[in-house]
């Protein structure tokens, strides 16, 4: 029997979440919106300032009122909110070394307040991967850890203090991606554990934030054989239905990631993979930042159209799906309206919590090298960075170090420009070398070797994940933001407060 297509295509546009360019909407964003299209995705691409998003986001309530306008804001080394000068906030691997689920949900809070001003209404943070493989590419400082009891009280305090502030927070990359060599842009990562090291570890945080009430789950585009030994997470009914919705009785929105990321769309196809993962359980298909075009969504809606005439993805299911959307678009509605006479949001708990978050690390002969009092030479080694950063958004302790300490001087080398000795120029000034998952990069490792050979009294400050501690002074950011940066200056300068 071939099912009747009147309706579908408006079904069909109410389940994505596209993204695009432009930092006003495109005429085919406001006219699919007339056209039943339930939610956008706003990247950096579409951020100017607040006041900017405020506007945009008013443009698209003018189509539609209750459209879900998401963005991906960690809060963190990923924002996009920011992503013009970096995050005033440290992230979610500082609030873990903080480990104060208190401050945790005032930092959520205070983004939400500040991400509801603009109009956002869906928020794909917090973060819920236990980071148990320092090797991670994409994940790192982006977890709150590598303990899956620490990461599930913080995503908790996360979802609180974000969903307190009118915003709906999104658990992401279920069941969990902290455990992986591979990032999935690229390709498909391959999860080896056990059931029962699952429950314990990749599986807590999400069992956490569904206990307390999350809105919406990210999938993340993993194979897991111990629960789905041949379709990635995102296409299994095993895991989003038999996993998450019955076992564990999550009752929100599943929204996957990027569908056009390479570990799905180079096996399953583009429109492959959306329709096979509204098949399997999912509710909203994510279109990221690589297909930001009318094309795109298009070809999405249309062959999620085609599929359900097929009989390949039952019409019920896109009902179910398109119902929760709305579920949520009500959700999001409500919020916005309780939220009269709430403070403004942009305080500096973000800038207190990136304080509480450094740490320092002396050997005897390095414990007379701070406080800096005159300018210093600051060499900042440079990782390639992962897509999910994104390569537009500043990091770094020279320019905040230079505000304190004029004079200061910064030089950056990525691989394979790194000179034989990073620090020669540095003369007799103070040196001070900079690094990000220093115990992930070779060269980096054998450049700062090189350097603390010719200057042992060098100051090592580690942005990222401080898996190896090295040098007379070694200083611990657990972050590589704005926030981050000013911290770290004021510890290298004796002014931190």
Not at 301 to 326: Q, Y
Request: proline share 7%; charged share 20%; with cysteine.
């Amino acid at each position: 029997m071939t099912a009747p297509t009147g309706h579908l295509p408006e079904l069909a546009a109410a389940v994505l979440q596209p993204g695009f360019v432009g930092t006003t909407p495109p005429p085919w964003v406001c006219r699919w919106l007339g056209e039943g299209l339930g939610a956008v995705v706003l990247f950096a691409r579409n951020v100017v300032d607040p006041a900017q998003v405020a506007a945009l986001t008013a443009t698209l309530r003018a189509e539609r009122p209750d459209v879900i306008v998401a963005i991906d804001e960690e809060a963190g080394d990923v924002t996009r909110i920011e992503s013009v000068h970096g995050s005033s906030r440290p992230g979610n691997f500082a609030l873990g070394a903080v480990d104060d689920p208190t401050l945790t949900e005032a930092v959520a809070r205070d983004l939400g307040v500040e991400l509801a001003e603009a109009g956002v209404t869906l928020n794909y943070a917090p973060d819920a991967d236990v980071n148990s493989n320092p090797e991670n590419p994409v994940i790192g400082v982006r977890s709150f850890g590598a303990d899956p009891a620490l990461v599930a009280r913080h995503t908790v305090a996360w979802v609180r203090g974000l969903q307190a502030g009118g915003v709906a927070a999104c658990a992401k990359h279920f069941p969990g991606h902290g455990d992986t060599r591979v990032d999935s842009h690229h390709d498909l990562p391959r999860i080896i554990a056990d059931r029962d090291r699952l429950d314990a570890c990749e599986l807590a945080p999400f069992r956490a934030a569904v206990a307390a009430g999350v809105q919406a789950v990210m999938t993340g585009h993993l194979l897991v054989p111990a629960l789905d030994p041949h379709l990635p997470a995102t296409l299994s009914q095993r895991i989003l239905g038999g996993l998450l919705r019955d076992e564990m009785g999550f009752s929100g929105v599943v929204v996957t990631d990027a569908v056009e990321m390479r570990a799905v769309a180079d096996r399953y196809g583009f429109a492959g993979a959306a329709v096979r993962a509204l098949a399997a359980g999912a509710d909203a298909i994510c279109i990221g930042g690589e297909r930001a075009d009318e094309q795109s969504a298009r070809e999405l809606r249309d062959a999620i159209v085609a599929a359900v005439v097929s009989g390949e993805l039952p019409e019920e299911r896109l009902a179910e799906a398109a119902k929760r959307v709305g579920q949520l678009a009500a959700w999001t509605v409500a919020a916005r309206g309780s939220r009269a006479g709430t403070p403004h949001g942009g305080s500096d708990v973000g800038l207190v919590a990136a304080r509480r978050a450094v740490r320092v690390t002396t050997t005897p002969g390095g414990r007379a090298t701070l406080p800096l009092t005159h300018s210093a030479y600051v060499v900042e080694f440079e990782p390639p960075r992962n897509i999910a950063i994104g390569a537009e958004t500043p990091w770094g302790i020279g320019a905040p170090l230079g505000g304190l300490l004029p004079g200061t001087t910064t030089v950056r080398y990525a691989e394979p420009d790194v000179p034989a000795d990073p620090g020669a120029a540095a003369g007799d000034r103070p040196l001070v070398l900079v690094v990000r998952d220093l115990h992930r990069h070779h060269w980096m490792r054998a450049a700062v070797q090189r350097a603390l050979a010719a200057r042992p009294d060098a100051i090592v400050v580690e942005l990222g994940v401080p898996e190896l501690v090295t040098g007379a002074v070694h200083l611990a950011t657990h972050s590589g933001t704005r926030a981050s940066g000013q911290a770290a200056a004021e510890v290298l300068t004796g002014r931190a407060r």
